[in-house]
């Protein structure tokens, strides 16, 4: 089968790997529907997070099951799944508190091949979730932003503590941010900011929800947030992105006693203790507990309510993996689906 490998900084090739087996007896092989590049993947693919040996890449997924190990009985063959990018046992007291993503168990799924055409997931009974049937084609690109994107957008928003009444503010216009945006208009935010200076990006996150569009960044990004909000800041910042400015304009951005939700992989972050000290801001982040959202998510995507697959602005055919790598690392694409 084929599978997409990272050579190092910029290299990305597409070639033939050996099929995944069952190892355990937990175990689903999985052929995939399509596959895609997660922002996530170009900390690697810019060199900022170093390889030295070729690696797998990607940790989003959905596609049809084909074989399961003995133990499985959530799922079986000819069922359509989605999954997260951490497999968890779905047992353990973190799984059951809430937060899949940080089981006692968790297996990360950028150690499988995710962009290849078919995929052992460990756990299968903690970590997939079955469609009601199997999905219209077109759903596709809307369940495998599930796996990642929308969840991690959904926990952003829900982390930020977002609700009818509240006033929002995104940092960062990839996809999380977008779907961050459709994650607080879903979950009632009476208006959303939406920091984003690229056009098309604007116009999706008015599509997702977004009542307003803030272009500034830094200090005149938060004086312009400021402004917006009668000088307070707003209730709840999605923070997607990760960097020092995007997390301390999300804190700064946001009202005495309101609420961050950081899902941006933090990169070289440190954060002031006195400024935060004298914010009274709660801060909650990290990977997104997508597994605990699927189901509502799925539901939400199959009765055709939302849309989550919108972010995908670039379609390209496997065997042209780099270009699409290359068109989101140029911010030419948000978001790239690639197809067997
Ligand atoms: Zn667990």
Known sequence: ??????????????????????????????????ACVCGSDLWAYRGIDPITTPVTVGHEYCGVVQEVGPSVTSVRPGDFVVG?????????????????SGCVDRRGMGEENCQAE?????????????????????????????????????????????????TVAVVGDGA??????LAAKELGAERIIAMSRHEPRQKLAVEF???????????????????????????????????QESMMQAIRSTRRGGHVGFVGVLHGVELP???????????HGGPAPVRAYLPDLIERIV??????????????????AAEAYAAMDERRAIKALLRF
């Open 1 to 34: 089968m084929r599978a997409v490998k990272l050579y190092g900084a910029r290299d990305v090739r597409v070639e033939d790997v050996p099929m995944p087996t069952i190892r355990e007896d937990g175990d689903a092989i999985v052929r995939l529907a399509a």
């Open 118 to 166: 078919y995929l052992r997931v460990p756990l299968a009974d903690g970590t997939l979730v079955a469609t009601p049937g199997m999905p219209d084609e077109d759903l596709v690109p809307h369940l495998l932003a599930a796996s990642d994107v929308l969840g991690t957008g959904w926990f952003a928003a829900k982390a930020a503590g977002v609700g009818p009444g509240k």
């Open 209 to 243: 929800g977004a009542t307003d569009i803030v272009t500034e960044r830094g200090d005149e990004g938060v004086a312009r947030i400021r402004d917006l909000t009668d000088g307070l800041g707003v209730h709840s910042t999605l923070e997607a992105v990760g960097t």
């Open 84 to 100: 997260s990018f951490f497999a968890s046992d779905g047992t353990c007291e973190i799984c059951r508190s809430g937060y899949p």
């Open 176 to 181: 999380v941010g977008l779907l961050g945006v």
């Open 303 to 320: 009765s055709r309510r939302i849309r989550p697959g919108r972010v995908f602005d670039l379609e390209l055919p496997f065997d042209q």
């Open 273 to 283: 203790g006195r400024d935060l000290f004298f914010s009274h801001v709660h801060l």
